[in-house]
Nanobody
Framework: QVQLVESGGGLVQAGGSLRLSCAAS????????MNWYRQTPGKQHELVAV???????NYADSVKGRFTISRENAKNTVYLQMNSLKPEDTAVYYC?????????????WGQGIQVTVSS
């Protein structure tokens, strides 16, 4: 069974940077998209960034210009470079990889990693 393992979270001061990594423990075939979500208490799960199989990316308005999503296909790994961090970026961040075969989508999720930005 494939597992996604996240790393790179922690505590950082406002204005600082962190790089999150998410590596799959096995092979995932027919990947359609790789995503980073975040969640804070009392708020909905928010899609932060997505990178599609063709390489296109999308970002939440709140992180545009500050966060960059990238991937290493050979390693089934997705990254999130977070710069100019703000206290409101504090959340648990989750990676998600979606695959699609014969019209059926499968989702793989990481366990979540805490990012805390102090003011």
């Amino acid at each position: 069974q494939v597992q996604l393992v996240e790393s790179g979270g922690g505590l950082v001061q406002a204005g600082g940077s962190l790089r999150l990594s998410c590596a799959a423990s096995g092979s995932i075939f027919s990947i359609s998209d790789m995503n980073w979500y975040r969640q804070t208490p009392g708020k909905q799960h928010e899609l932060v960034a997505v990178i599609f199989s063709g390489g296109n990316t999308n970002y939440a308005d709140s992180v545009k210009g500050r966060f960059t999503i990238s991937r290493e296909n050979a390693k089934n790994t997705v990254y999130l470079q977070m710069n100019s961090l703000k206290p409101e970026d504090t959340a648990v961040y989750y990676c998600n990889i979606g695959s699609r075969r014969v019209g059926v989508r499968n989702d793989y999720w990481g366990q979540g990693i805490q990012v805390t930005v102090s003011s």
